[in-house]
């Protein structure tokens, strides 16, 4: 409780909540439709507010992306529970990748601001991978029960090779050459049912001779 003399900071008003909410909206739109370029002007006009309202939440464009870019990478890693809800975690694992790319792509018109953002050290790039990692092993953990996935992998290495992907991919190949990749990290990733033959025992396969080693068929 505050202190005699003191007040409690106020909660935001729910239209000032709202009307944040439907700038965030209006940007994630304006970033993603591709014209450019993108104006705080238009977003403004997008959204059915002011300018004023706009710079009242955010006194600068940077402002703006970095609330966005925060939305949007929550949003990410959240959408990990709804897809486990629905799919066994492999499944949900493959899926999650195709929503990074959406989320990716989404950020080529934001990709000058947001480098600036990163400059300031606002938002670190290192911050934002362990939020994915976060996710990812969400995913692996639900893999306790159903083991689809190997044993060995781990969260951070997922993270990497999924944004080791986009790096790798090249302009012709685009989003096609993308989730080819992206099939073959799943490939590497899940648990591979045993060969045919392994799972026979050393009992079904007849006796040894005293050096341990099996008798020759010739």
Not at 40 to 58: C, K, M, N, P, W
Not at 111 to 120: I, Y
Request: glycine fraction near 6%.
């Amino acid at each position: 409780m505050p202190s005699p003399g003191q007040t409690q900071p106020r909660r935001p008003r729910a239209d000032a909540e709202r009307n944040r909410a439907r700038l965030l909206d209006a940007a994630r739109a304006a970033f993603a439709s591709g014209r450019e370029p993108v104006t705080l002007e238009q977003i403004a006009r997008d959204s059915g507010v002011g300018i004023g309202t706009l710079y009242r939440h955010f006194p600068t464009r940077e402002a703006l992306v970095e609330a966005l870019y925060r939305k949007e990478l929550a949003d990410l890693c959240a959408s990990v529970d709804d897809l486990l809800a629905i799919q066994p975690p492999d499944r949900a694992l493959r899926a999650w990748m195709d929503r990074f790319a959406d989320y990716v792509a989404a950020k080529r018109e934001m990709a000058d601001t947001l480098r600036a953002v990163f400059a300031a050290g606002t938002v670190t790039v290192s911050h934002a991978r362990e939020e994915l990692a976060d996710a990812v092993s969400a995913v692996l953990e639900a893999d306790v029960a159903t083991r689809t996935l190997r044993d060995d992998v781990r969260p951070e290495d997922i993270v990497a090779l999924i944004v080791g992907s986009f790096t790798a991919t090249s302009l012709a190949g685009g989003r096609e050459q993308l989730e080819r990749m992206f099939d073959l990290l799943m490939d590497a990733v899940r648990r591979r049912p045993p060969a045919a033959g392994n799972s026979a025992s050393a009992d079904d396969a007849g006796p040894a001779d005293d050096s341990g080693r099996m008798p020759s068929s010739h």
